[in-house]
């Protein structure tokens, strides 16, 4: 890869024309947020990330947001051409994250962000921007952080976990840390023991660590092992004294500790689902020790009615689930989990017999993200891409009978920021078998589908050339 932090890869985006800076004055709220929906909502599936440079009230501190905000971005991210389909884009991020064994981790002594050291009279609300981001939001947030904790019992147990914190003071936040997340156990741990949970939070990341710290991962497996997969490069960390491993080129490292036996209101806040979130009671967080560099760059990242740049992060979700899929079944294709974060799940495969698609979506549910998140799986036959709603909504409209084709399965677990669940937590679930039926199903009859012209994958690559040349 050509960067290891923020800034290099925000550098890669100007190059390719995918990033725009703004340099009028601009105040963190509301003009940071309508501008981050303007080009999430206006801009179409190739809008660039954006950069202020001109934030009122604040000197130094600029502002990324978007960077993840289109396929373009997520393309560059992965070092690849920026028109790079987004399928194509799932197939290379899938086979880099079956590489993830074989990810390295560099340790370094050093690191920019030890630039600048506070200790006394940490003040949050100096050091960064803040602002609502959407209508409803009941206080500031820090939404694109990777959280780095250790299970006090288990040295080796580290996670790096992306959760949004809630500014409560100048060296307070509140943390959202569901049962289902690492952190959470680790926590839960510290707290039986009455003790407090070391954690270091860094901001303004190399994109490749916030695709991580966002990914499903199974419990225990490491999140710089898995940036080393995908980035193909050892990943450098730097360790602190509390021995927490964290990114080598974040902008700002938080360092600081989850209060046992104390817990204070969080929220509303507009939420992955589009939905505000309620009023809760979550984790309070003492910073004690806050690093950055001279200039920092501020991250954030625009979230909510989709579509926003979280949903293209969203493309972590969509390899760990082909694979554990895979595993089962080799038919697999493709696994597009992009909405809301796999609420809604869509599988092309190929159909070894009759009722096979609903094996597959039966299998889908029962994957550790989709316990708790798909709530609605499509599947469609193997030359369909799911990354291609027109082609979906083909399969769905010709494919399916629904007195043969539909499965309702009551009372399932979903987390409870789903706002269809009922009781929160508890959903029906519903499979959508859209593949062509197989012996000995025979309902329908698809004899007669017109399929593309071979040559037409070859044609391809000449119109775009010819276009480019325009």
């Known amino acids: 890869m050509a960067y290891k932090d923020l800034r290099s890869f925000l550098q890669i985006l100007d190059d390719n024309g995918q990033l725009l800076r703004i340099t009028e004055p601009v105040w963190p709220e509301p003009d940071i947020g309508a501008a981050a929906s303007a080009a999430n909502k206006g801009l179409g599936e190739t809008a660039p990330a954006l950069m202020f440079e001109n934030i009122r009230g604040f000197q130094k501190p600029k502002l990324a ?86 299970h006090p019992d288990s040295f080796d147990e580290q996670n790096v976990g992306m959760y949004r914190l809630q500014v409560k003071g100048p060296n307070r936040l509140s943390g959202q840390f569901v049962p289902e997340h690492d952190i959470a156990l680790h926590f839960k741990a510290a707290e039986r023991e009455n003790k407090p949970l070391p954690i270091a939070i860094t901001v303004g990341n190399d994109p490749i660590i916030s695709i991580v710290a966002a990914m499903p991962l199974l419990y225990g497996q490491n999140e710089y092992q898995m940036a080393s997969a995908l980035s193909e490069e050892p990943c450098p960390v730097v360790t602190l004294k509390n021995g927490l491993q964290v990114p080598w080129g974040s902008e700002y490292v938080f360092e600081g500790h989850v209060l046992p036996g104390v817990r204070e209101p969080d929220g509303p806040y507009g939420e992955f689902t589009g939905h505000l979130s309620g009023l809760r009671n979550m984790t309070s967080i003492e910073i004690t020790k806050v690093w950055h560099r001279k200039e920092p760059i501020y991250e954030y990242t625009s979230i909510g009615m989709p579509w926003t740049e979280i949903d293209y992060l969203f493309l972590n979700t969509c390899p760990p689930l082909y694979v554990q899929l895979k595993e089962k079944f080799p038919e697999i294709e493709a696994v597009n989990a992009l909405y809301t974060h796999g609420l809604l799940v869509i599988v092309s495969t190929k159909v070894r017999v009759g009722g096979f698609g609903k094996a597959v979506g039966m299998a889908v549910l029962t994957t550790p993200h989709g316990l708790g998140y798909a709530k609605v799986v499509i599947v469609v036959d193997e030359f369909v891409d799911p990354f291609n709603l027109p082609q979906v909504m083909w399969a769905i409209s010709t494919k399916v009978n629904p007195k043969y084709d539909t499965v309702i399965i009551p009372e399932l677990s979903v987390l409870a920021l789903d706002p269809g669940s009922e009781p929160p937590g508890i959903t029906h679930k519903l499979i959508i078998d859209a593949t062509t039926p197989a012996p000995p199903e025979k309902h329908g009859e698809y004899s007669m589908q017109v399929m593309d012209p071979p040559e037409a994958k070859d044609w391809l690559p000449k119109l775009q050339a010819l276009l480019k040349r325009k």
């Open 65 to 150: 947001t978007n960077v993840h905000g289109s396929w373009p971005n997520m393309a560059l991210m992965l070092g690849l051409p920026k028109d790079t389909p987004p399928k194509e884009q799932f197939l290379e991020f899938s086979r880099r994250y079956q590489n993830f064994p074989k990810g390295t981790i560099e340790e370094r002594q050093t690191a920019p962000w030890q630039e600048v050291l506070i200790e006394d009279n940490i003040n949050l609300y100096q050091l960064m921007p803040h602002f609502r981001l959407n209508a409803g939001d009941g206080g500031l947030y820090i939404n694109k952080a990777a959280v780095v904790s250790r």
